[in-house]
């Protein structure tokens, strides 16, 4: 995540910098760095703002299961965390997903992937236009 996408998702949000450091656990340099590109956006906090700009903007409004989407076969799915813990609109925020097949081994990597997925992707456009 870039600082620029960074501001704009904290202004979706509506909150001021102090109340982003507190919903994001962190002190407010953190997002003056963050925000100014001083400071690399770490995954853990990338992560968390996708989490609730997601939340507050687009809900779970009958939203379709990213297996449904994928085409995923049941096997693959009673193996994946998104499938057993009924978070197929969250498919990107839980590590440990199996996508394409595979297990990826960390958030910067799952990403890459997500980035290029239909059920990510429509997340974030829902985002833009909102």
Aim: charged fraction near 30%; proline fraction near 3%.
């Amino acid at each position: 995540m870039k600082d620029k996408e960074f501001s704009a998702l904290r202004k979706k949000l509506e909150k001021t910098q102090k109340q982003m450091a507190q919903l994001l656990g962190t002190s407010i340099k953190a997002i003056h760095s963050y925000e100014q590109g001083w400071r690399t956006i770490p995954v853990h906090v990338e992560r968390q703002l996708y989490f609730l700009i997601t939340r507050k903007l687009c809900g779970n409004h009958g939203a379709q299961p990213c297996w449904d989407i994928r085409s995923c076969p049941q096997e693959q799915r009673e193996q994946c965390p998104a499938w057993e813990f009924s978070t197929g609109d969250l498919c990107w925020f839980i590590n440990g997903t199996i996508c394409d097949g595979n297990v990826h081994d960390s958030w910067k990597e799952k990403m890459k992937l997500c980035r290029t997925c239909d059920v990510f992707r429509t997340t974030l456009a829902k985002l833009k236009h909102e």
